[in-house]
């Protein structure tokens, strides 16, 4: 099991996988490759026209890993704001002073750190490999110039709640370079060879969203919690558990603005080094909004005294949750739903790390946000029948996501969350592996007999630190954050179109809201009152990328 969601918690950097010497990656991508990407389902509804959303009566929402939306996108077609007309002084980066950088640092530890072969080609490419960048976005490259192949995993860069709000700086965007720890790398994008996805030819015939932002500041924990509950977790009396350490040293105002302290050592200008924060994983009012483990199994530490359960004495496990999430209004309401978790029943078989790359199982414990509550603890009904294994590999025999859809029994609304291997996060996943595995699992449902009357969400947790030029719009303490890539795939969804619809990673409940008449969550009522008491409109619920409302 492995973790880069926030730099208190990972664990040493892994290596970078050998595409061709690794067996396990190299089998992935061949029966990927053989699977076929994008055939359409036989006898395809046009889904034109309109009609109610009744219509659509199973919702999937695929949820990858750590990309912004310039990162992969920001060359499309059609766009709204698109990045090759931003002026350069709408993309300089700035210090940590308040001047502009006359150029971008290095990219500190390098952009691939550790030797990988990728299509019988070696890359390692460290700090001082690379040219001096300028002060502006730049396309991923090798040390010749040749574009960044897609299968190369880069370093990870930090993605966390206090972090992400510095980089925002406002909605000037300005502050990645200083407040990330990568250097220059947070300006990467992947250019011209982005066209090459399999999700671009994906959002070229369906729906892509170019408003859509990451629910909540900051990292992979706190928008999976966003998801599903459209809030952080809270940890009562933080101050007197074992987490107290964990609780963030703030300094500023309301005027000033709020930022994590940081230690005497820490560089004064981007050009030196990365900064150097004090750890936190707590607001200093106890919400969590950096990661934290699941009180439950699979976690890194177990309680040897209570089977399933993790130490609840380690000052990085979350006490149990028990306000609503999306999933308790669906039950409520009678509609079935599951969460899909690639790795998921290998990690409960209590298989550990062992150090290998892939991980095995590959499963991240903070990847399945609803481990963290109490009505899905260890032996409940909810959790037998709602937190699902999706099994590892890309076929029906091995993928119990893929198996349910080719069976036509996928629950009314289904989340399915990839392997780690499989879901983009940089540090230990490509692009290309993602988007392969992407793609097929669309290919999938589109033969699936529930297809015809399906909506699927395609996107991403949050930005992985990576930089994008589209200010955020207002909201409330939480978010929204940056910028991520969004599709919408479905019979019903608007052809070849681009939806400039504000949206956040909210919008996907408030969608489930509507369509199934649901009660909703606090914390979507909170967001919406607060754009719009900043001015701006309230986020969509999806509709406006449909043919139908």
């Known amino acids: 099991m492995m973790m880069h969601d926030d730099e208190t918690l990972a664990p040493e950097r892994a290596a970078a996988p050998d595409a061709v010497a690794n067996p396990e990656r190299r089998a992935l991508l061949g029966a990927v490759g053989m699977a076929g990407v994008l055939a359409a389902a036989p006898s395809e509804a046009a889904g034109r026209g309109t009609g109610r959303l009744t219509e659509i009566e199973t919702v999937v929402v695929i949820y990858a890993e750590n990309r912004s939306f310039n990162n992969l996108f920001a060359g499309f077609p059609g766009l709204a704001d698109p990045l090759a007309a931003a002026p350069p002084a709408r993309t300089a980066q700035r210090d940590r002073d308040g001047s502009v950088l006359k150029a971008l640092p290095k990219i500190w530890e390098g952009m691939v750190p550790d030797e990988q072969v990728v299509e019988h080609r070696r890359y390692k490419i460290g700090p001082d490999d690379l040219p001096p960048l300028a002060n502006a976005p730049f396309a991923l490259a090798t040390q010749e110039g040749d574009p960044l192949p897609h299968g190369v995993v880069t370093r990870d860069l930090v993605h966390a709640f206090y972090q992400n709000q510095l980089q925002i700086n406002g909605g000037r965007n300005d502050g990645f370079v200083a407040w990330g720890d990568s250097g220059a790398l947070v300006m990467g994008h992947y250019g011209e060879a982005s066209a090459k996805l399999r999700l671009w030819q994906i959002a070229r015939e369906f729906t892509l969203c170019d408003r859509f932002f990451m629910g909540a500041f900051g990292g992979s924990y706190l928008n999976h919690q966003y998801l599903v509950a459209a809030r952080p977790p809270f940890y009562p ?59 439950y199994a699979p976690t890194y530490q177990l309680d040897p005294e209570r089977p399933g359960y993790a130490d609840w004495s380690d000052a990085k496990t979350m006490v149990p949750q028990r306000h609503a999430t999306i999933g308790d209004v669906l039950s409520a309401k009678g509609v079935s739903w599951a969460w899909y978790a690639g790795g998921w029943a290998a990690a409960l078989a209590g298989h550990a790390n062992d150090g290998s790359f892939p991980s095995r199982p590959n499963f991240q414990p903070h990847h399945q946000p609803l481990n963290y509550f109490a009505q899905f603890a260890p032996g409940t009904a909810a959790r037998a029948k709602h937190l699902r294994d999706a099994g590892e590999g890309e076929t029906p025999r091995t993928n119990h996501f893929l198996a349910d859809a080719a069976a036509g029994t996928l629950p009314a609304v289904s989340f399915y969350k990839p392997q780690g291997n499989l879901n983009m996060h940089a540090g230990y996943s490509d692009v290309e592996a993602g988007d392969q595995h992407i793609a097929v699992v669309v290919d999938a449902l589109r033969r699936s007999p529930q297809w015809h009357k399906m909506l699927v969400v395609i996107t991403f947790d949050e930005n992985g630190g990576w930089w994008d030029h589209v200010p955020p719009p207002k909201g409330d303490r939480w978010g929204p954050g940056t910028r991520i890539p969004a599709v919408i795939v479905s019979p019903f969804a608007k052809r070849g179109h681009v939806d400039h619809t504000v949206y956040d990673t909210g919008s996907i409940a408030r969608f489930l809201t509507r369509r199934f008449g649901l009660p909703p969550l606090p914390g979507l009522v909170e967001r919406e009152r607060a754009m719009v008491a900043a001015g701006g409109p309230a986020p969509g619920d999806l509709t406006g990328a449909l043919t139908i409302g």
């Open 237 to 295: 009396d933080a101050d007197k558990s074992p987490a107290r350490g964990r609780i963030a040293q703030v300094e500023g105002n309301d005027t000033t603005g709020i930022r994590l302290k940081l230690k005497p050592s820490s560089p004064k200008s981007a050009l030196d080094g990365p900064p150097d924060f004090v750890p936190s994983s707590l607001t200093p009012d106890f919400w969590s909004v950096n990661t934290m483990l699941p009180p």
